[in-house]
C-alpha cells in the first residue's frame, strides 16, 4: 500500500494549516533539465493530493509562467484539497521571457497576482510570497500592495522569500507575514542563527526550500553525476565536481544515522527539518512518483531532542564546501 500523508501544520499564527510536506514544482518545468511531460506531472500532482499532500510550491518566473499554468491546469479539479502558493517580484518581458531583474513596483505586483489568478484558475492566491527583496521598492510599499490584494479578496496570505530579519520584522510591522520561504537543510544552516528565532518571536511559519540540498542529500549525486546542459546545478559552486567529492562526508554521515532508522539518508534529511519545529513545513520537488512516496514517508519518523542533538553533534564536525549560489544570485538573498 502506497504512504500517507496524515499529518498537519500549521504555519505560523496565521492559521493556514497544510500537510505537514509540501510539493516543489518548478523542478517540474525548469530548473533540472529540460521540462517533464505534461500529462505525466499531472498525473503526479494529482497522485501527490491522493497521497495527502495539500501544499503546493510555484512561481510567476518559473517558465515564466508555465509552472502556474501546469499547476492551474492538474489542480482545478482538487481546488477544494489544495492550498497553492505562488511568487512574484521579477521582471517579465512583453515576449514573455524572464531576465534576472527584479521588481516588486506596487503595479507590477497587482499586474502579477492578476495573470497568476488566471494562471492558476483561481479566485484568491493562497500564499503569495515575494520572490527575492527588490532593493529599489521599500519593503513597506511591498507589504503595503500585498495588503491591498488581501482586502480585495485576490490573495489570503503574504510571504516572503529569501528575506533577512530586518526585512520580514519591517514587513510584518505593515501586513503580517504568514510564511518565510529559504533554503534550509543539513547542508545550509545559516536560517538557525537569527531567522528561526525571529520567526518564533512573530509566529511566522517557515517553508525550506531544497530540503535535500538539490538532490545531493539523497545519497544519488557524487562527483562522477554529469547534470544536463539545462540544469541550474552546472552554474553552483556547491555542485562542482571538487565540491561534491569533498562533500561526500556529509552524504556519508546522513547514511550512517540514516541506517540506525532504517530509512534513506533523503528521509532523514527531511525527518530532521520536520523534528526541528512544528510550524517548518518543508517543500522537496521531484519528477517521480516514487521519490516522492520516499519523502511522504518521512513524515512517519519521529526523532527525539536528544536524536536531533546526537544529529547535530555529528554534524558540526564537519564542513561544508563550496557556495550554494553564484556570486550574483548570491546577492539576492538575506536583504
Same mark, same amino acid.
Given at each position: 500500500?502506497?504512504?500517507?500523508?496524515?499529518?498537519?501544520?500549521?504555519?505560523?499564527?496565521?492559521?493556514?494549516?497544510?500537510?505537514?510536506?509540501?510539493?516543489?514544482?518548478?523542478?517540474?518545468?525548469?530548473?533540472?533539465?529540460?521540462?517533464?511531460? @505534461?500529462?505525466?506531472?499531472?498525473?503526479?500532482?494529482?497522485?501527490?493530493?491522493?497521497?495527502?499532500?495539500?501544499?503546493?510550491?510555484?512561481?510567476?518566473?518559473?517558465?515564466?509562467?508555465?509552472?502556474?499554468?501546469?499547476?492551474?491546469?492538474?489542480?482545478?479539479?482538487?481546488?477544494?484539497?489544495?492550498?497553492?502558493?505562488?511568487?512574484?517580484?521579477?521582471?517579465?518581458?512583453?515576449?514573455?521571457?524572464?531576465?534576472?531583474?527584479?521588481?516588486?513596483?506596487? @503595479?507590477?505586483?497587482?499586474?502579477?497576482?492578476?495573470?497568476?489568478?488566471?494562471?492558476?484558475?483561481?479566485?484568491?492566491?493562497?500564499?503569495?510570497?515575494?520572490?527575492?527583496?527588490?532593493?529599489?521598492?521599500?519593503?513597506?510599499?511591498?507589504?503595503?500592495?500585498?495588503?491591498?490584494?488581501?482586502?480585495?479578496?485576490?490573495?489570503?496570505?503574504?510571504?516572503?522569500? @529569501?528575506?533577512?530579519?530586518?526585512?520580514?520584522?519591517?514587513?510584518?510591522?505593515?501586513?503580517?507575514?504568514?510564511?518565510?520561504?529559504?533554503?534550509?537543510?543539513?547542508?545550509?544552516?545559516?536560517?538557525?542563527?537569527?531567522?528561526?528565532?525571529?520567526?518564533?518571536?512573530?509566529?511566522?511559519?517557515?517553508?525550506?526550500?531544497?530540503?535535500?540540498? /538539490? /538532490?545531493?542529500?539523497?545519497?544519488?549525486?557524487?562527483?562522477?553525476?554529469?547534470?544536463?546542459?539545462?540544469?541550474?546545478?552546472?552554474?553552483?559552486?556547491?555542485?562542482?565536481?571538487?565540491?561534491?567529492?569533498?562533500?561526500?562526508?556529509?552524504?556519508?554521515?546522513?547514511?550512517?544515522?540514516?541506517?540506525?532508522?532504517?530509512?534513506?539518508?533523503?528521509?532523514?534529511?527531511?525527518?530532521?527539518?520536520?523534528?526541528?519545529?512544528?510550524?517548518?513545513?518543508?517543500?522537496?520537488?521531484?519528477?517521480?512518483?516514487?521519490?516522492?512516496?520516499?519523502?511522504?514517508?518521512?513524515?512517519?519518523?519521529?526523532?527525539?531532542?536528544?536524536?536531533?542533538?546526537?544529529?547535530?553533534?555529528?554534524?558540526?564536525?564537519?564542513?561544508?564546501? /563550496?557556495?550554494?549560489?553564484?556570486?550574483?544570485?548570491?546577492?539576492?538573498?538575506?536583504?
Amino acid at each position: 500500500m502506497p504512504p500517507r500523508l496524515e499529518v498537519r501544520r500549521r504555519l505560523g499564527d496565521a492559521g493556514l494549516e497544510v500537510s505537514a510536506l509540501g510539493l516543489g514544482c518548478m523542478g517540474m518545468t525548469q530548473g533540472y533539465g529540460p521540462a517533464a511531460d @505534461e500529462r505525466a506531472m499531472i498525473a503526479l500532482l494529482r497522485t501527490a493530493v491522493d497521497r495527502g499532500i495539500t501544499f503546493f510550491d510555484t512561481a510567476q518566473v518559473y517558465g515564466p509562467h508555465v509552472n502556474e499554468a501546469l499547476l492551474g491546469k492538474a489542480l482545478a479539479p482538487l481546488r477544494d484539497r489544495v492550498v497553492i502558493a505562488t511568487k512574484f517580484g521579477f521582471h517579465i518581458d512583453a515576449d514573455g521571457q524572464a531576465r534576472g531583474d527584479l521588481d516588486s513596483r506596487p @503595479e507590477s505586483i497587482r499586474r502579477t497576482a492578476e495573470g497568476s489568478l488566471q494562471r492558476l484558475g483561481l479566485e484568491a492566491i493562497d500564499l503569495f510570497y515575494q520572490h527575492r527583496v527588490d532593493p529599489a521598492v521599500p519593503i513597506e510599499e511591498v507589504a503595503g500592495a500585498v495588503q491591498d490584494l488581501i482586502r480585495a479578496g485576490k490573495v489570503k496570505h503574504f510571504g516572503l522569500s @529569501e528575506a533577512g530579519p530586518r526585512t520580514i520584522r519591517r514587513a510584518h510591522a505593515v501586513q503580517p507575514v504568514t510564511a518565510l520561504q529559504s533554503e534550509y537543510s543539513l547542508w545550509w544552516r545559516r536560517p538557525e542563527a537569527e531567522v528561526l528565532p525571529l520567526l518564533e518571536e512573530l509566529g511566522i511559519g517557515f517553508v525550506p526550500f531544497s530540503p535535500l540540498g /538539490g /538532490g545531493f542529500l539523497t545519497g544519488t549525486i557524487d562527483e562522477h553525476t554529469r547534470f544536463d546542459g539545462d540544469d541550474d546545478r552546472n552554474d553552483m559552486p556547491r555542485f562542482t565536481a571538487d565540491a561534491r567529492r569533498a562533500n561526500r562526508a556529509l552524504v556519508e554521515q546522513l547514511r550512517l544515522v540514516a541506517r540506525r532508522w532504517q530509512i534513506t539518508p533523503g528521509q532523514m534529511a527531511l525527518a530532521w527539518l520536520l523534528a526541528k519545529k512544528p510550524w517548518i513545513v518543508p517543500i522537496p520537488g521531484t519528477r517521480k512518483l516514487e521519490r516522492l512516496d520516499e519523502s511522504i514517508a518521512a513524515a512517519d519518523v519521529e526523532l527525539t531532542p536528544e536524536d536531533l542533538r546526537q544529529i547535530d553533534r555529528a554534524f558540526a564536525q564537519l564542513t561544508v564546501h /563550496g557556495q550554494r549560489y553564484p556570486e550574483e544570485l548570491e546577492r539576492m538573498t538575506g536583504l
